[in-house]
């Protein structure tokens, strides 16, 4: 049987991250002895554990039908012929420029004529251009952010996520370069059989991504504040209402983004809703 072939980042925040999606999608991965390469037992795909930068190599020359890397790989290896099947909203970050602390200017115009050590010297060189900045970059790729305390550069232009790294370094944050998250690339071409494993593959990431940032919530309301009460809610489409046994009132039921839930809980208790249950969706399929 024909399987689709993906490639992941074989260690660290992404692969724990991609690993996590495909549980999410229902597709079970047995790699308990740290194998390169692993089998789905429920679902036609296999799994190819690389180094994240051969990711798009390996999908540019079909080796692998799809891979997921983070967007700042494609920002650095833009000549690979590779295309974004989704972004994936997760392992978000910056590619950002940091300074020593306690530099007294900190503008980006500060930065011509110094030294600014990276491992992304192509998206660097992108950024300084456009902003007619004439700074050298050191390309380094090992520990950037100790290049400034070692003299060997002015500034550093490095991944950052939390910002603890930086901070552990005495580097403030001045200019970011640009953003990134995870993503499903693909190459030129996919054969008929296995674009039809890539559709139902899609079906699923769509479905658990579109649910992650949506919660069920049900709330008791009396019928003559449920137009009161709805007019507060952003929903996908109108909320299910429901007669209760109490005559007057009403069970409304219904989907809300979780970070839009706390900005109206005030509002929807003082609109009349009462005993308001939030649940976690696991999926959601149009």
């Excluded at 789905?40 to 390996?58: C, H, M």
Aim: some cysteine; aromatic content about 4%; glycine content about 6%.
């Amino acid at each position: 049987m024909s399987k689709l072939k993906i490639a992941i980042q074989k260690s660290g925040r992404l692969n724990r991250d991609s690993m996590q999606l495909l549980s999410d999608c229902g597709i079970r991965i047995d790699n308990s002895k740290d194998q390169l390469r692993a089998s789905s037992e429920n679902f036609p795909l296999e799994v190819y554990f690389l180094r994240n930068s051969d990711i798009p190599t390996y999908v540019q020359k079909g080796l692998v039908d799809i891979g997921i890397v983070g967007e700042n790989l494609l920002f650095e290896n833009d000549e690979t012929e590779v295309r974004i099947l989704r972004k994936l909203g997760f392992s978000k970050c910056r590619l950002s420029i940091a300074v020593p602390k306690g530099n007294s200017s900190t503008g980006l115009e500060e930065l011509n004529g110094k030294s600014i050590a990276t491992s992304h010297p192509k998206t660097l060189s992108r950024f300084l251009k456009a902003n007619e900045i004439n700074a050298t970059i050191q390309v380094i790729s090992g520990s950037v952010e100790v290049a400034p305390k070692i003299g060997v550069a002015d500034a550093i232009c490095d991944l950052v996520s939390s910002g603890s790294t930086l901070f552990k370094n005495e580097l403030m944050e001045t200019e970011r370069v640009a953003t990134s998250e995870a993503c499903l690339i693909g190459g030129a071409n996919v054969n008929s059989l296995k674009a039809e494993i890539l559709t139902k593959l899609t079906l699923r990431i769509e479905s658990v991504l579109k649910a992650r940032n949506l919660k069920y919530i049900m709330m008791n309301v009396a019928n003559e504040n449920i137009p009161k009460v709805t007019s507060l809610l952003p929903v996908l489409k109108s909320p299910t209402i429901t007669p209760l046994g109490m005559e007057g009132w009403s069970s409304l039921q219904t989907v809300i983004q979780e970070d839009r839930f706390w900005e109206v809980i005030e509002q929807l208790k003082d609109a009349g809703a009462e005993g308001i249950i939030v649940t976690k969706i696991e999926k959601i399929i149009d």
